[in-house]
C-alpha cells in the first residue's frame, strides 16, 4: 500500500468509518449526540462542542493550505467557537466536521509520495508526514475525550 492511501486510510479510520484502534470514531461518536448533550459542562472539562469544533478548527486551517492558501490558524484561537444554541447549530458544525474530514482525507490519498518529505509550510513545522501524523494523533487524544465525556453524559441521564 503507498503512503498517501495507509495515512488516507488511517484518517478516515479515526474520523469517518474506523474502529480498529479506537473501537470507534468521531462520525460514531457525534452524529447521534444533540445539542444540549453536546454543550453540557462536565466539571472543567472542555464540552463535546468545543472538541469537535478544536479538531474541526485544525482540519479547516490545514485544508486551506492544502488548496493553495497560508497557515493561517493559530493555537490560541483553536478553541474559540461561535455558541451552540439550538439543534441546527450543532448540526452544522457536525456536518462541517465530517465534510472536512472526507476533503481532508480524500486529498492525502490523492498527494504524491514525495510531498511527504516535503516541508511543511516552514522546515521548522517538519514535513507533511509528520504533520499528517500528528492529525492522526491529536484526533485519538481528543476522540477519547469525547468517547468518555459522551459516557458520563449518558450514565448522568439514565
Known amino acids: 500500500m503507498s503512503r498517501n492511501q495507509f495515512i488516507a486510510n488511517r484518517l478516515r479510520e479515526v474520523f469517518l468509518n474506523g474502529r480498529w484502534i479506537a473501537n470507534t470514531n468521531y462520525k460514531e461518536q457525534i452524529e447521534n449526540v444533540t445539542w444540549k448533550q453536546a454543550t453540557q459542562k ?89 504533520n499528517m501524523e500528528g492529525v492522526i494523533e491529536h484526533a485519538y487524544y481528543h476522540l477519547g475525550q469525547i468517547s468518555l465525556i459522551k459516557k458520563i453524559i449518558l450514565e448522568t441521564e439514565t
Open 42 to 130: 462536565i466539571g472543567s472539562l472542555n464540552t463535546i462542542a468545543a472538541l469537535t469544533y478544536h479538531v474541526n478548527y485544525y482540519l479547516g486551517g490545514i485544508l486551506n493550505v492544502f488548496n493553495g492558501g497560508e497557515l493561517e490558524i493559530r493555537d490560541k484561537y483553536s478553541f474559540d467557537f461561535p455558541p451552540i444554541q439550538s439543534e441546527a447549530d450543532w448540526r452544522n458544525l457536525v456536518t462541517e466536521f465530517l465534510l472536512n474530514a472526507k476533503k481532508f482525507s480524500d486529498h492525502v490519498e490523492k498527494m504524491d509520495d514525495s510531498k511527504f518529505d516535503a516541508s511543511f509550510v516552514y522546515e521548522q513545522y517538519g514535513t507533511y508526514q509528520r
